[in-house]
């Protein structure tokens, strides 16, 4: 491979690798940059990880108010059909009443019938 004074790789393919430079020589400004990449890239790591968390959050908070809306609603339909079996309890006890009267007329006007 062809290197300019610099150590740089002239080899179009791999311009800027330059593997046959010595361990030793290197490149401030490439250092630099590389370090700034490396930073960047640590960065963007925090900030997706920093989103993922948040979106976590997000998603167990709306899960666990939907699941605070799902108990509500089963605790409403079971005082409804509370309410509800009161109200056939009490026309059942109701109708039973109107029987009862109904028999002891019928009663009456059969005894009264005998009697005349």
Do not use: M
Not at 9 to 18: I, M, Q, R, T, Y
Not at 36 to 61: I, Q, V
Not at 62 to 90: G, M, S
């Amino acid at each position: 491979n062809d290197c300019d004074e610099y150590g740089l790789s002239l080899d179009k393919e791999n311009f800027g690798n330059a593997p046959d430079r010595p361990p030793h020589e290197t490149n401030r400004f490439t250092d630099e940059k590389r370090q700034d990449n490396r930073l960047k890239a640590r960065w963007r790591a925090y900030e997706t990880e920093k989103f993922e968390t948040k979106k976590r959050e997000s998603d167990r908070a709306a899960i666990t108010r939907l699941a605070a809306r799902e108990a509500a609603l089963e605790l409403d339909a079971r005082r409804a059909e509370q309410v509800r079996q009161r109200i056939r309890a009490l026309a059942e006890k109701e109708r039973g009443e109107i029987r009862v009267e109904e028999q002891t007329k019928l009663d009456a006007a059969a005894a009264a019938a005998a009697a005349a």
